[in-house]
Each structure stands twice: as structure tokens, then as C-alpha cells.
């Protein structure tokens, strides 16, 4: 039997620039990046793959792995894996794995961004001027300091949102019936009951 000369990745979604970049000149490694192909077209390009790096956007069926008989690793650049049929993968021995920290600090800066824009009444007051009025007193909105605010889940997103709102000076309650109070303090939350 010949020797594989090289270990081939397929990315079928966009992935960073960065980690490609990583992966080709690791020794070894030919990466192949193609996105928004057709169900046939991945079928085609996994059959000679022997890992799979997605995003959200690939389904990863049991017929896409049942096309691939060197897949050994699917890797999913984000936090779920609810795109991949594990239960295929499994049976095939083929390991699923995902990057469940790589988005949490842009989610928390993004619902902090969102949190910010709500209070200080952005949208309605970009779009006020964009219309070519100058109402500034009545776009004038509410502090953060000093609020209350709620949050259902302090995993990682929850944790860190935790901490940029504590830093804002708000008093942050939370429910997450898998964190204990200790923990929650540590991420500067009161945990309560839902």
C-alpha cells in the first residue's frame, strides 16, 4: 500500500484568513478552502479529504460522510456542532470537534454594543439625523450605571457579558441552574431563580 504523502483539509465554509494560514504551512498539510458548494461538489471534494473544517453554513449529512472514506476529523470553527450529523460520524470513528471559545468575545462586545445603542437610543437617533433633523434632546437616553441587568445563562458568553456590564457599574442578576453562586460572583453576577 503506498504512503499518503500529505494530510488534506477541506474548508467548505469561510474560515479566518489566519487559521488557514496556520494550517498550510503546517508540514505535511494541503488545505483546500472552496465554500458554498453544491451538495455534489462537497461529496466530490470530501472524498479525498482527511479533515473537514466548517462554520455554520455546511451541513455535514450522513451522506456527505458516508462520501468520505479518509475523513478522520470534522472540525467545526465556532461553538455548536448541531450542523454535523455526530451519530454518523461516530459510527464511522471519525472525530467531531468544534472551537466553542473562538466567538465569545465578539458576542459579548456585540451585545454590549447592542445593550449601549438600546439605552442611548442610536438607531432611532441616526436615523433621525439621517432623515436631516437635529432633535439631540430627544435622543438623550439612560446611563448604564446604575441598572439592573438580567441574564439567562452565564456560560461563556453570559460570563464575560457579566464582566463588561459589572465594568459599566450595573448590578448583573443571572439564572444558570449549572453555575453555582461562588462562580457567579466570580464573574460579578447575583445568581436568582429564574
Known sequence: MARQSSFRVLASDPVAPEGLKILRETPGFTVEAAEKMSVEALKAA?????????????????????????????GRAGVGIDNVDVAAATRRGILVMNAPEGNTIAAAEHAMALLLALS?????????????????????????????????GLGRIGGEVAKRATAFGMTVVASDPLVSADRAREMGAELVPF
Open 46 to 74: 470530501v472524498a479525498k479529504a482527511d479533515a473537514l473544517v466548517v462554520r455554520s453554513e455546511t451541513r455535514v449529512t450522513a451522506g456527505i460522510i458516508g462520501a468520505a472514506p479518509r475523513l478522520k476529523v470534522i
Open 120 to 152: 442611548r437610543n442610536i438607531p432611532w437617533a441616526h436615523a433621525s439625523l439621517s432623515r436631516g433633523e437635529w432633535k439631540r434632546s430627544a435622543f438623550i437616553g439612560r446611563e448604564l450605571f446604575g441598572k439592573v441587568l438580567g441574564l439567562v
